[in-house]
């Protein structure tokens, strides 16, 4: 088993101890749809990217695992490529308290795949090539969930994708930090990213 698949595991071992709570929460498993903005980093010729998709989650107190797929699909200017991505990430969240109104913090991991379908010309009768790219990256963020019934409730969240640390000034985009001096030595991290993703959803609670 990879590093990555060793995470996943360890996500979904944590949510499992976080279950035993989730009577008061009205359910430790819940789906729903959600809406996706991606955004490159700073200097990336595509601009904002809208994507559809779904997410589950798992864990009914302070801590739940995520996995959410999303999926867009377009054709080139020249009507020639048709490009297909879909970002697949699975993610902790810790809610630091549980209300109505419940904040929480994300990480995880991701998977990053687009697929390209090349055509003989505009009308995409003959296909010339097909070609499939995978990153694998970890990303960072924020949200909130409120809850509006006990079975129903909305989301939104904003997360950094593809971070690492080590990042150079001169070259990558590095990750605002809102309250540097709170962390020693954050400045050194030089912590980088290369995009970010603010998703709004819905969740059914079971």
Do not use: C
Not at 132 to 157: I, S
Not at 160 to 175: A, H, N, Q, S
Request: aromatic share 10%.
């Amino acid at each position: 088993m990879g590093r990555a698949g060793r995470i996943v595991v360890l996500l979904v071992v944590l949510a499992a101890g976080a279950a035993p709570v989730q009577a008061q929460d009205g359910g430790g498993f819940s789906i729903g749809p959600r809406i996706t903005f991606i955004r490159g980093s700073e200097g990336s010729p595509e601009g904002t990217q809208r994507f559809n998709g779904g997410v589950v989650r798992l864990g009914g107190g302070k801590l739940a695992v995520e996995v959410a797929v999303d999926y867009r699909s377009g054709l080139s200017g020249d009507l020639t490529e048709r490009i297909s991505d879909y970002p697949v990430q699975a993610s902790l969240l810790l809610f630091p308290i549980r209300a109505r109104l419940s904040p929480y913090l994300l990480g995880g991991v991701g998977w990053y795949n687009q697929h390209v379908t090349r055509f003989l010309g505009p009308t995409g009768e003959t296909v010339i090539e097909d070609e499939t790219t995978r990153k694998m990256g970890y990303h960072a963020g924020f949200g909130a969930e409120l809850r509006l019934h006990r079975r129903f409730g909305l989301y939104g969240d904003y997360r950094y994708t593809m971070i690492r640390f080590g990042g150079e000034p001169e070259t990558d985009t590095l990750v605002p930090s809102p309250i540097p001096g709170w962390i020693p030595g954050a400045e050194r991290l030089r912590l980088a990213h290369e995009g970010s993703m603010f998703t709004w959803g819905a969740t059914f609670h079971f």
